[in-house]
């Protein structure tokens, strides 16, 4: 599975934006999670590990599960195109809605 596939779904995105906040313990990552059951968000957690969107590790008993923002940097390249393709087309429109009625930029 790769950084996409993982991001596809809603569950692994919330997962992610929990831990924007900073490094969280599985059991709090699970209790976010009310209609999941505790096996359920491991095997999510654990594709966000696999595909290195995550990392863990143990302390005692618990599992301290942190975001490695670097990872994301395959989405940042391929959304990087079309921030390119937006700001020129918004630059369009500002120029369109700054010249008087009538009148083509």
Known sequence: MDVFTALADPTR???LDLLTSGARPAGDLVAAFPALTQPAISRHLRVLRDVGLV???A???RRIYT???EAL???DAWLGRYREYWAS???AIEAHLASPPG???
């Open 73 to 75: 940097s395959e989405v």
């Open 13 to 15: 995105r919330a997962l």
């Open 59 to 61: 302390e005692a008993q």
């Open 55 to 57: 990392d863990v590790r």
């Open 103 to 105: 009148e083509k930029p």
């Open 89 to 91: 087309h918004l630059d």
């Open 67 to 69: 975001l490695r923002p």
